[in-house]
């Protein structure tokens, strides 16, 4: 009889590994089963559950008379394996957590900005893509309107214009505007920018004194495409940009002073070597277009007297074509300074009743 049952419990093994191979925990538990049907009431089984581990209780037969110890002694290690099998089968690996919260979960989708878009575009003449990062005005798709044109320098500025461009509706502050952000994507921007800012090469800044290349990227490569991809209103384009992007935006005016008829430079980099900037700005006493220039800088900035230095000698040039406002703002450093000066330097900007 014992070998008989052997046999068969084999067997059933045989089919339960099997079974294990494609859910362990559940084959252990056939190959158990099976061996409590077997062995009747030769075995009372009394299996407890506490947290991940089974134990077995006892072994005991009360009619196990007539059977070989040996008998017993086979069913009784056949059902241990079987039970420490499907204890280890349950159990989580070793490290891992057990809690609900712990476990792996989808990756949740990412928020998407109402009425924005994700652009690029390749330069041929300095060889580089750029990223755009498009922010329209709520009601561009209905409205058939032009739109004025804000180019923004850096890509972390994205999120703050675009909330800007959604509070307009509700702070007419200022009209809704076409921005455009211009972003060196997401590896090597430091560099790219100090590139690309720069009007002079730097000696402490690698590869910079790219800003004549960028600013004619601007006018004869990104400005165009802006225009023909959407409704713009070419008269009415505005810059802004933030420490080497606010010097670049004082440049640009300077050498291109119909370009842009609007500029923030807010906290703008100054350094010994940038008399060239400033005498630039004599070119808007030729006529043109009016421009209206916002500079500021925070207090806690180490650069403030040399921008307010800048800012007097505009006020001295007293260049007809010029509208500017310097402003320093208290208690705020070169980078908390953009959560003030960039909001409050755009609604100066396009306030009522000015170009």
């Known amino acids: 009889m014992t070998v008989r049952f052997f046999t068969m ?108 878009e994700h652009r690029t575009i390749s330069s041929s003449a300095i060889g580089q893509r750029y990223e755009l990062l498009v922010s329209l005005p709520e009601d561009y798709a209905t409205s058939g309107r032009a739109y004025p044109v804000l180019y923004v320098l850096d890509g972390w500025h994205f999120p703050l214009l675009a909330f800007l461009q959604n509070n307009i509706a509700v702070s007419k502050r200022m009209p809704p505007v076409i921005s455009v952000t211009i972003s060196h994507g997401p590896t090597d921007a430091k560099a790219l920018r100090d590139r690309d800012f720069t009007p002079k090469p730097m000696a402490n800044k690698r590869g910079s004194g790219g800003g004549a290349a960028f600013l004619a990227f601007l006018e004869r490569e990104l400005i165009p495409w802006v225009d023909r991809t959407y409704r713009t209103v070419p008269t009415d384009r505005a810059i802004l940009g933030h420490s080497l992007g606010g010097l670049f935006a004082l440049y640009a005016v300077g050498q291109r002073p119909a370009l842009f008829q609007r500029v923030v430079a807010a906290s703008p980099a100054w350094l010994p070597d940038n008399a060239e900037v400033i005498a630039s700005l004599e070119s808007l006493r030729s006529g043109g277009a009016p421009v209206r220039l916002d500079i500021s800088i925070g207090d806690e900035e180490p650069g403030v007297a040399n921008v307010a230095a800048f800012a007097a000698r505009l006020d001295q040039a007293r260049l007809p074509n010029l509208t500017h406002r310097f402003t320093v703002y208290q208690g705020e450093n070169h980078n908390s300074v953009r959560f003030a000066s960039i909001p409050n330097g755009l609604y100066w900007l396009y306030r009522a009743g000015h170009p």
Not at 32 to 50: I, Y
Not at 68 to 92: I, K
């Open 9 to 116: 419990a084999m067997a059933i093994g045989v089919s339960a590994l099997a079974e294990v191979q494609a859910h362990w925990s559940a084959g252990w538990a056939v190959l158990c089963d099976a061996l409590h049907a077997l062995g009747d009431n030769d075995l009372q089984r009394t299996v407890t559950s506490r947290g991940q581990a089974l134990q077995v209780a006892q072994l005991e037969g009360p009619r196990h008379r007539g059977r070989s110890p040996g008998s017993s002694l086979l069913w009784g290690l056949l059902l241990a394996l079987c039970t420490a099998g499907l204890a280890a089968a349950q159990s989580p690996p070793a490290g891992a957590s057990t809690s609900a919260s712990a476990q792996a979960t989808p990756a949740a989708p990412g928020v998407v900005l109402a009425h924005t």
